[in-house]
């Protein structure tokens, strides 16, 4: 299997985790979401030591974590994700919009640090896929 089948086989997975029909999975995404929007260490290493996914994305805004933690300034959130293999760096809010977008629109002040670390780690991941990276 090559890393883009790898990668769609992951991302599908990822996504069946959300399909819970008693809706548990998508609270605790959700839960994870907003820890991480509260900027509390204690309650985002709990959700995601419960099984929140690092890939869920908000039916509302489309956020992901990783989105949440840019556009918030979370950069103890970003470090965390940054630092695990399966975070999908190519997700997109229903704006269209990347993480690294996010990290250099969302707050008081654009965080161009981590706009391009996300940014840097955009583009490997899409050469690794083999995908075309558009802003």
């Known amino acids: 299997m090559n890393s883009k089948e790898e990668f769609e086989r992951r991302r599908k997975l990822d996504f069946n985790k959300q399909v819970d029909s008693a809706g548990s999975t998508k ?11 509260c900027g509390n260490p204690a309650r985002i290493q709990a959700a995601f030591d419960k099984g929140a996914s690092v890939n869920y994305q908000s039916d509302e805004t489309g956020f992901s974590p990783l989105h949440m933690a840019a556009a918030c300034g979370a950069r103890h959130a970003v470090r965390a ?3 695990l293999d399966e975070t999908d760096y190519l997700l997109r809010d229903k704006q269209g919009r990347l993480a690294s977008e996010l990290a250099y629109l969302g707050g008081h002040q654009p965080d161009v640090a981590v706009s391009r670390l996300l ?11 083999g995908v075309t990276l558009s802003r």
């Open 81 to 83: 994700l940054v630092a």
């Open 27 to 37: 609270k605790l995404n959700e839960e994870f979401l907003d820890a991480i929007r």
């Open 119 to 129: 940014g840097m780690k955009e583009v490997k991941q899409a050469e690794k896929l």
